[in-house]
């Protein structure tokens, strides 16, 4: 059977302000159809169902992984697993444990490996591709790779050198050839010889192998990992699985795959063949993927742009007014903006990073919030007092909960809420308000069909999320901790 | 004795996003001195008491105007008076009213005529400047204008056309001359040449004249509009008063002092000195008052600025990051952000334009509007509903009022309020709230000793601003109409 595991990792960093450290290029629309994850899982599922997809994502990913799958699946009964890491230790381990959760299900399961936030195309062929492989790595026992022939020097991927061709494991659509060895990212001149060569692909970061095999060439080449891994997996089931996990996030050392077992084994292949595939690594490479006018701009969202050329602007809600602008970046969205010459879109990391050094909020997230129940917005905070717009969804209720150093008071702007306060049971309409005192159990619902908008204005000394105590959540977040999450999710997700 | 008649006009476009149509470039402050229009009444203070300053604005920036001058005089009981232009007709009949108003005070009047919006240095030569051009002015019968020696090709500006030189008037610091001509805005070419024949100043748009003197040369080369301010002058003081301003308003065609009048009088003279003069006509400009660090940016506010190169970035709360810009202009408000090349810092009346045409509230006004009484900003709006963050100055109190088709909702973020609705008297603290009720009286005043701040949420049908029916204002609101304000203004100011 084939599975499938999505890696989605990410810092948040390339894409700020769109991206935040909470909010990674896997949750951004680049084209309005929607999250690069959905559209990865999108992707595959023809071939691979929801139960047989796993996603490895950070633990402070996994909320916004959740409501993103359940926005896509709404009505079906079951949904990827999920892996939320407590610590990120690169590609490697990450992949191993996803694999170790997939073999405990299916010993014999073949996984395809694939990134959150590539977009490839066309479908048909992508699917086609991984047949093919999965076909070829468990008849062969071969990791297979997916090298993409380079259209342009590119100094911001690794390659695959290619060796000998495998025509008999090749079809009218792809070529198989074994892998030499891998290439770390080379420098212009090398990309240069490596388009004209023929004999070097980009590696696409896409794995398919057997379980069985992988972890043959992990115990050959990573036999500490290896052990540990066979450690964890006694203990998944047991009481001390919470121990293990924890154990193997704080001792295993991070390395990629490519590093840690691919460029070791000689055992991998590589398939080829007519598929688009694009790793948007930054603002400037979204040139590649977006509509241009006939000066070379891309502009979206509320701009005025004048006598501009090969520029990216990019607004949502604010007024961006962009005046003799050659070849820049300029992404605006509500608390922040960017502007960036195109051949400078590398720094954004630095921007990100000197936020970080202040603990600029504009680092970590966005102004507007995503919850299992609907989303919130500050629009303004100050000393003692923070004020907040809530849009709870139709028939979705916060947890309730209680908090120790603040009060609150609601007032209803759409829609109808049914408050609970302490004992009672309030039914509140458009313009009705009511206050929430300290230290008094309180839920707010939506019991009707439109969504309810709801401006919460909270006064206290402290004023953080994490002054709340939850008895009782549609969404079990009492409850959620990292870890494996090796049941199917329940509906709705937590 | 000598007047000041400072021209406050001005359309809000070239310094948007920061100036907008109610907000031009006279209320905004460049080095955190204070508005230009404040700084150029402090300038003349020593020299020209506040009751002999007569400021000409438009109409709908007569509020915050007064608003200014209550901030800058606290404590003085007089103001300078205002005269609200109904409509613009240029600076000629700006000037003659004002001067027909002044007249009317004293027959003997000197008026020193001058922009709202330049900046000027040393204070002490400016102020001897006006004098000894005062005095010239009156034992001359003449029209003094001020020119400034051009120390770089400026096409931009006007010039003046020196002739004879006047070593009987000219002192130590200052020397006159006729003026021979009126040379309009030059191209580059002759623009270099002005520089190098040193007989051609800028024309700084300052003029000083008798009153007496002023009409007679205006009842020579503009009698129709002579005729028409004599008939205005009768009617002034009577129940015709309002008839007839209205009349001169509509009637009169618009034209500039230098073109419909300076241009034809042969008695015009010239007086330039030791004086800094700048008029700061757009974003580029912004250059020749700002500090830069070591690689020419001007930097301000919130901003994360790397690799980049003889830029200004002005941010105010939102963070912006500027990448590898150079000779670029970034200006960020609230609502809307201003990316530019230095070399079309001018285009930006283009995209206030085009704002207009979608009559886009940002080429309009600010966020954030001041009031006589304090503050209110919007912090967010929907159909249905708008949310604002209102702020009262300690002691002061909003008009009682009432509204037809909104009911409200306050909550007290801070301070304390007492609020009036219908017979009630309520007094308010910190997160209490209350309800106002469509069609019922109400008002809200801070009798405390620190800033009052109230969320405010408004629901309705219509929402705007003139839903607001006045019983009574502390500011006289309810009366205010364009007009000539003969009389010094009542404090605080209506």
């Not at 996603?55 to 892996?83: C, D």
Request: hydrophobic share 40%.
């Amino acid at each position: 059977m084939l599975y499938s595991l999505i890696m989605a990792g990410g810092s948040g960093t390339r894409f700020w302000p769109m991206s935040r450290e909470l909010f990674p290029k896997q949750f951004l629309s680049f084209e309005a159809e929607g999250p690069l994850l959905a559209r990865t899982i999108d992707r595959v599922l023809p071939l691979i169902p929801e139960e047989r997809i796993t996603l490895v994502v950070g633990a402070s990913h996994a909320a916004e992984t959740r409501r993103i799958l359940q926005t896509m699946n709404e009505g079906l009964g079951r949904h990827p697993r999920i892996i939320a890491e407590p610590r990120s230790l690169n590609t490697l381990p990450a992949i191993a444990v996803a694999a170790l959760s997939i073999l405990r299900e299916d010993p014999e399961a073949v996984i395809a490996v694939m990134a959150s936030d590539h977009m490839i195309s066309p479908q048909d062929n992508f699917l086609a591709l991984l047949q093919h492989a999965a076909q070829v790595a468990q008849n062969e026992k071969v990791l297979i790779t997916f090298g993409i022939l380079p259209h342009r020097p590119e100094t911001g991927f690794g390659y695959l050198e290619l060796g000998d061709s495998l025509p008999e494991h090749s079809t009218g659509l792809f070529s198989a050839r074994r892998v030499a060895r891998f290439v770390e990212k080379p420098n212009m001149e090398t990309a240069r010889r490596f388009v004209e060569d023929k004999n070097h692909h980009w590696n696409s970061g896409m794995f398919v192998f057997s379980a069985p095999v992988f972890f043959e060439e992990l115990a050959r080449f990573q036999p500490e990992m290896s052990a540990a891994l066979e450690t964890l997996a006694r203990a998944l089931g047991t009481p001390d699985e919470r121990r293990e996990i924890d154990r193997f996030y704080r001792t295993t050392t991070p390395v990629s795959i490519d590093y840690g077992l691919m460029e070791h084994s000689t055992r991998v292949w590589s398939l080829s063949g007519p598929i688009d595939w694009k790793d948007v690594g930054s603002w400037s490479a979204l040139d590649d993927i977006s509509e241009k006018d006939g000066r070379g701009n891309v502009i979206l969202g509320n701009a005025v742009v004048i006598d501009s050329d090969n520029t990216i602007v990019r607004a949502d809600k604010r007024v961006v007014a962009a005046i003799g602008l050659k070849d820049m970046i300029v992404v605006d969205t509500d608390d922040a903006t960017l502007i960036c010459a195109k051949d400078q879109a590398q720094k954004v990391r630095e921007v990100v990073g000197q936020l970080r050094e202040r603990n600029a909020v504009e680092a970590m997230e966005h102004r507007t919030t995503h919850r299992p129940w609907g989303s919130y917005t500050i629009l303004d905070q100050g000393p003692m007092y923070k004020i907040k717009s809530v849009t709870v969804n139709p028939r979705a209720r916060l947890s309730l909960q209680m908090h120790l150093h603040r009060s609150e008071h609601w007032v209803v702007i759409a829609g109808t809420a049914r408050v609970t306060l302490g004992d009672q049971e309030i039914f509140l309409h458009t313009n009705q308000s009511i206050d929430i005192p300290k230290s008094t159990r309180h839920r707010i619902e939506n019991p009707g069909k439109v969504p309810l908008i709801v401006i919460e204005v909270q006064n206290g000394e402290y004023l953080e999320e994490d002054d709340i105590i939850r008895f009782q959540d549609d969404y079990r977040r009492m409850e959620e901790e990292p870890g494996l999450d090796r049941s199917p999710l329940r509906n709705p997700a937590p």
